[in-house]
């Protein structure tokens, strides 16, 4: 008998991180499995940021932060968004979490009620739809496909709109594509949401220093909708530090103050020590993210001339992120012996336990025709993994 409540199972596990545990019980039995699959930085934190990490455990930075972080930290993102997007927020304005996953969850949370509508245009991260689920809301999906680059239009977020729409949560850079939305994109966007200011914008831009086509841009630039944006950022992406666990969000003072009564009940504030790093991050050299964004647009060059030159895969040329998202649908249909290809995840499993490279199957990223491959590894692993994936390919007949 069932006893799980019925928000649990309405929820889907995560495939990134199933994929992930799958290629690592084939590493357990020995096999050399390359793993495409996490969408994390391969880099370690820079040492500064390590330091004062270690500085603060001598310190006894070890009590209970404030709900929203520090003031300090606070303080630093309030310049980082000054400094680096030309955006004004207060003290006040910001609340920090245990990553941006929380950050975002935060907000849906205390934004979505009962039957509330969040456009979440597709392809989309795994964990958007889930979270509108959690909240009792409706996800409503709105697809772009690889021909529009993977981008909403303002016709498409125009027709999405209902009465009962609450919310758009907007990706850029994106994960899984690694489009990026330009100003004037965002332009056109944020001219539709002014006519509708019911609707608020989640604008998730964690991988904002990870772009190879100019600097990023915020959705939160445009005076017209500026109230109704909530930025969420972190630390993770940027600057290596996944496993810390430190994100934020930037907003109207009465959605934080929401937010803060949110988590005052079920985490409290983030961890004292990854919250000092957190401040060296972004108050300390930005040298090592330039390093880290040169390294990865070599690598996004590197895995896009290597994927066109894989028959049957149609690829665009991601402007952010560290993901490719090739569409992969004329492998549908195909066999290798038995094995049948039918969807995406079939796909992404016969290379894995074929090709023994770890990628992950499109279907749960709301694009089933597609999968997508983290290129946060080295040159020689991107090379080695799309070798062994023509040669599996080769084999579907």
């Not at 991988?207 to 909708?225: M, R």
């Not at 985490?267 to 040298?287: D, F, I, L």
Request: charged share 20%.
């Amino acid at each position: 008998m069932n006893q799980l409540s019925d928000r649990l199972n309405r929820l889907s596990p995560s495939a990134t991180l199933a994929m992930s545990q799958k290629s690592n019980e084939l590493k357990a039995q020995g096999v050399d499995v390359i793993n495409l699959s996490v969408g994390e930085p391969d880099f370690n934190t820079p040492d500064h940021i390590k330091e004062a990490a270690k500085k603060a455990v001598d310190d006894n930075f070890s009590r209970y932060s404030p709900v929203p972080g520090y003031p300090a930290l606070r303080n630093a993102i309030v310049a980082k968004l000054k400094n680096e997007n030309g955006l004004d927020y207060t003290v006040a304005q910001i609340s920090c979490a245990n990553g941006a996953k929380q950050s975002v969850c935060n907000t849906i949370m205390a934004l979505v009620n009962d039957g509330d509508e969040v456009i979440v245009p597709a392809p989309y991260w795994v964990s958007y739809p889930e979270m509108v689920k959690l909240a009792d809301g409706t996800p409503v999906i709105v697809t772009a496909g690889i021909d529009q680059d993977f981008k909403i239009t303002p016709a498409q977020l125009e027709a999405a709109i209902t009465p009962k729409t609450k919310a758009l949560i907007l990706c850029s850079p994106s994960n899984p594509t690694g489009s990026v939305y330009t100003k004037e994109e965002l332009a056109g966007l944020a001219a539709v949401l002014a006519k509708h200011p019911q609707v608020y914008v989640i604008a998730d831009e964690i991988y904002e220093h990870i772009t190879y086509n100019g600097k990023h841009e915020s959705i939160a630039q445009f005076p017209e909708i500026h109230d109704n944006v909530i930025i969420v950022n972190g630390v993770s992406k940027a600057y290596a530090m996944t496993g810390w666990r430190i994100g934020f969000i930037a907003g109207p003072e009465w959605i934080v103050k929401a937010v803060n009564k949110l988590q005052g009940q079920y985490t409290s504030g983030p961890c004292s020590v990854s919250q000092k790093a957190a401040e060296a991050a972004y108050t300390g050299t930005q040298a090592p993210v330039e390093e880290m964004r040169q390294a990865f647009q070599r690598r996004r060059d590197l895995i896009v001339k290597l994927a066109k030159g894989i028959p049957g895969f149609e690829v665009n040329i991601p402007q952010g992120a560290f993901y490719l998202f090739p569409k992969c649908d004329s492998f549908f249909g195909k066999s290798a012996g038995d094995r049948k290809i039918n969807n995406a995840d079939d796909l992404a499993m016969y290379l894995l336990e074929v090709g023994h490279v770890a990628c992950v199957g499109g279907t749960s990223f709301g694009s089933p025709e597609c999968i997508r491959m983290s290129y946060a590894t080295s040159d020689e692993n991107i090379v080695k993994a799309m070798c062994r994936i023509n040669e599996a390919l080769a084999l579907l007949k």
